[in-house]
């Protein structure tokens, strides 16, 4: 037969494996302990009409052991789900708990408040965005370190590789038998397309400055040799009888200023200035 008292003397003075003592006091790590403290009313194991309230995966449960069942251990607690309801789950405690020790019942009610607070608090926290801090081992940091020092200096040895294999190409040092990957001899040759490319668009076209009366005065003198019996042929070409007649006066006069030799220079900038002007009216006129 079970005895309360001599229990709680020998789990008090002895030993039990749910006692923790500090400075504070004495703590009990029983999960049925509805204080957590280690005293003579609180203990589960030294109880036997005992009640408490566990929590299953955010579900309240209302614990009730019963002295009719000590010998049946399996069936030692009696369990009762307890609704969300703050409200409704306190009536279901005073409806179960009706004629249990006050004390019991005080206690049973403080735990419930405490464990719906802490439910809010987790949902809150879990709706609120917070930074994680993630540890990064110094080893493995130092490491990675290692690796990616490793891993440029074979880039830049490949690459210097590639472009000594391109030189000696270039220069035929290898002949014409020579199994070179195809893709990046088309990868070579388009930079360097389009570096001759960039280069071309840099180069600005250059500004030369060159002295034009010289020419002008040569090709004034080609004017006044061939530019009558020039402007003679393709007028006469055209069939129209006025037109021949000025054309015939102009040449006789001057055939008479080559015969004569005595007109001037600005005589004959003049005439061939009237010859423009004529030339350029016969031909729009056609």
């Known amino acids: 037969m079970q005895h309360d008292e001599v229990t709680w003397q020998i789990i008090r003075h002895n030993h039990c494996s749910f006692m923790t003592k500090i400075v504070t006091g004495n703590f009990c790590r029983n999960l049925y302990n509805v204080t ?23 579900v309240f449960y209302l614990y009730m052991k019963a002295i009719e069942r000590a010998h049946k251990p399996n069936e030692l607690w009696e369990r009762v789900k307890l609704p ?50 993630v540890t990064m081992p110094r080893k493995q940091t130092k490491r990675e370190a290692r ?49 001759a490319a960039s280069e071309d668009e840099e180069e600005e076209p250059e ?20 530019g009558g019996l020039a402007i003679d042929e393709s007028l006469r070409n055209d069939g129209s009888d006025g037109e021949d007649e000025e054309i015939e006066a102009f040449s006789q006069k001057k055939l008479k200023r080559r015969q004569s030799g005595s007109v001037s220079d600005q005589e004959n900038l003049k005439e061939n200035s009237k010859l423009k002007k004529k030339g350029r009216v016969i031909i729009e006129g056609n």
């Open 84 to 133: 969300r309801n703050y409200e409704k789950a306190l009536e279901l405690i005073d409806k179960h708990l009706e004629f249990w020790p006050k004390f019991l019942v005080h206690k049973t009610k403080q735990r419930l408040t405490k464990m719906t607070q802490y439910r809010i608090r987790m949902r809150k926290l879990q709706l609120k965005v917070r930074e994680k801090i």
């Open 36 to 58: 957590g403290i280690c005293n003579r009313s609180s203990c589960p194991l030294a109880n036997s009409r005992y009640v408490t309230i566990r929590d299953h995966e955010g």
């Open 207 to 226: 500004v030369e400055y060159v002295e034009g009366y010289d020419e002008l005065e040569e090709e004034e003198e080609d004017m006044e040799d061939f």
């Open 147 to 195: 690796r990616e020092e490793k891993a440029e200096r074979a880039a830049v040895l490949d690459k210097s590789i590639e472009q000594e294999l391109l030189e000696r190409l270039k220069k035929g040092v290898y002949g014409d038998i020579y199994n070179y990957p195809v893709q990046a001899y088309d990868n070579v040759l388009k930079m360097e397309e389009m570096q």
